[in-house]
């Protein structure tokens, strides 16, 4: 049997669907037990929904005061004594794992592994380099535990129809007060969440100004998408920072993606290469993105939005 | 007056179109040209951006890595850090190996602040700075795209997926560098002379104590899986016409 466990994210007592994905990702550890880890100051709401997926075991719920914001020096630690007994402990390759995940194997004394996309063996996996032009096989010596942060965007969401069991569990360790959390700002937006839509409209450099990015915006809604940037166009100004996708950015796979007006440098390609279908609207007809897109148009994107925005 | 330590990466550079060698042991290195890894470039900016604000007195860059990482190294120098460390090591530095390395580098120059990228463009493993931290028991504020100093602690702005945190953070610190946290300023010809000048001492891991043993080695490499060369459709109507068809709108 591989006890793994798997480290919850999430906000505003919802489950952030990255954990349903690390849950499919640790369910694909041969002979897995899944457990899954909440640390919040009230987790019950979140404890239940990690309760439902399919192929957890038990529910860990670590209720702290503290742990009101996610803190990567605060959780750690308690991170760290919950995984006693665990070979595996899995995170999401979002923010918050990224934060979070190096500093758990730090304290535990063992490498992490990045943006696992591939469980070969229980001590073997499979993780992309280079901004994804390599992917690297990786084999951890027996005995060592294996803490990975899991590429959300390889993996499908855990379904629904879990029952699993959840104990609440008080952690006795020492926290720090010299990390303190003052605000987050984030735009709010009834837009689709850019890391799980199917659909996503992405601008980039060619849009040209802030009110030009209006257009993808229109677009979006229309489709009912997603809303990404490349990095040129969030560097510009035209579109704040949690929109940009690619290699230092969000890591995206949707059934559709359009890139309007972005070339596509490899970094930005890396990450929309696992998207099923790539759309490209670009009017320069040698732009390296139309060597991934399985649709291209070449033309103006001015004139070209309104009219697919009417049709569509 | 506050010390600053960066850490400065070699790797392939930014450019460069990365080849897997044919029998599946690495990524062609041979005549690829060599860069400060991006990121690192930032935490530097940074650290020279509040020394000229009055705010540190003495930045200290660091390497780990072949002896030819001193070029990378010089590079730093001549873009104002005051002096340099390489750690010499041939081969891979894991992550926790390189956190290891800083952090025994720490012990000795005592920092109120260290600041590197938030991944270097080689790895991608985005994990040194947090674990750094973690054996140093001080706090992290990774993905940093604005830092402020407020008495004895540094505000930090961090770009997480939902937006932009802000975090106070108490020194010494680790800091990790996004990318709109500044842009990094280019090298001028007189600095690259004055920077020969520049210490650069040069000592390995085992002057350390550090072991460069990893439970987790890379095996195997290879490229990633093609997409299919798609097809192109001629105006929007043709281009709406085909997403109907295929169910994607």
């Not at chain 1, 640390?39 to 990690?50: C, L, M, T, Y």
């Not at chain 2, 020279?48 to 604000?53: Q, S, V």
């Not at chain 2, 992550?95 to 260290?114: F, G, M, N, W």
Request: hydrophobic letters at 45%; proline letters at 6%; glycine letters at 8%.
């Amino acid at each position: 049997m591989n006890k793994v466990l798997v480290i919850a994210e999430h906000a505003g007592g919802r489950l952030n669907p990255a954990t349903a994905k690390c849950v499919t990702c640790a369910t694909s550890v041969p002979d897995a037990e899944v457990t899954v880890a909440v640390f919040a100051a009230e987790g019950a709401e979140v404890a239940a929904q990690a309760a439902g997926l399919k192929g957890v075991a038990r529910v860990l719920l670590v209720e702290n005061p503290a742990n009101a914001q996610p803190l990567a020096a605060v959780l750690a630690p308690q991170v760290v004594k919950v995984a006693t007994g665990h070979g595996h402990v899995f995170g999401p390759s979002t923010t918050f794992g990224r934060d979070l995940m190096p500093r758990v194997a730090a304290l535990l004394g063992v490498p992490q592994l990045s943006d696992v996309m591939a469980v070969d063996s229980a001590t073997r996996f499979k993780r992309p380099v280079y901004a994804g032009n390599a992917i690297t096989t990786v084999e951890v010596a027996a005995g060592s535990v294996v803490v990975c942060t899991v590429r959300v965007a390889s993996y499908g969401s855990a379904p629904a129809g879990g029952s699993a069991s959840v104990e609440k569990v008080s952690v006795d360790v020492a926290l720090p007060a010299h990390t303190r959390f003052i605000s987050v700002s984030a735009a709010k937006s009834d837009r689709p969440d850019l890391q799980t839509a199917p659909r996503v409209v992405a601008g980039g450099r060619a849009l040209g100004s802030a009110e030009n990015f209006e257009l993808i915006y229109r677009l979006a809604a229309k489709l009912n998408a997603g809303v990404g940037a490349s990095r040129a166009a969030v560097d510009a100004g035209y579109a704040p920072n949690e929109m940009q996708v690619g290699q230092t950015g969000k890591i995206i796979a949707p059934e559709l993606y359009m890139a309007i007006g972005i070339s596509g440098a490899i970094q930005h390609l890396t990450g929309i290469k696992d998207a099923r279908t790539i759309v490209a609207i670009n009017k320069d007809p040698e732009a390296p993105i139309f060597e991934i897109a399985d649709i291209g148009l070449v033309g103006d994107l001015f004139t070209l939005l309104p009219e697919i925005e009417r049709l569509a | 007056m506050l010390k600053i330590l960066v850490g400065i990466k070699r790797v392939i550079d930014y450019n460069v179109r990365i080849r897997v060698k044919p029998d599946g042991t690495g990524v062609v290195t041979d005549g690829v040209k060599m860069s400060i890894n991006p990121f690192d470039e930032i935490a530097l900016e940074e650290a020279l951006r509040i020394r000229e604000r009055g705010e540190a007195a003495e930045i200290v860059a660091v390497g780990i890595g072949p002896d030819d990482a001193q070029q990378q190294l010089r590079t730093a120098l001549a873009m104002g850090a005051d002096r340099a460390i390489l750690v010499k090591h041939d081969g891979p530095v894991d992550p926790l190996v390189a956190a290891r390395t800083l952090h025994a580098i720490v012990q000795k120059e005592s920092p109120a602040l260290v600041i590197v990228g938030k991944q270097a463009i080689d790895d991608d493993a985005a994990q040194t700075g947090p674990m750094l931290a973690a054996l140093w028991d001080r706090p992290q504020a990774t993905f940093a795209s604005r830092v402020e100093f407020k008495g004895d602690t540094l505000v930090v702005t961090r770009e997480v997926d939902a937006g932009l945190e802000t975090d106070e953070v108490d020194l010494p610190a680790v800091i990790t560098a996004d990318l709109r946290l500044n842009e990094p300023r280019y090298v001028k010809l007189p600095d690259i002379m004055k920077a020969k000048k520049k210490p650069l001492d040069v000592t390995d891991l085992a002057a350390l104590g550090v072991d460069a043993g990893s439970p987790a080695r890379v095996v195997h490499w290879e490229p990633p899986a093609q997409r299919q060369k798609g097809v192109m459709v001629k105006d929007a109507a043709e281009l709406v016409d085909a997403l109907k068809k295929k169910g994607l709108i």
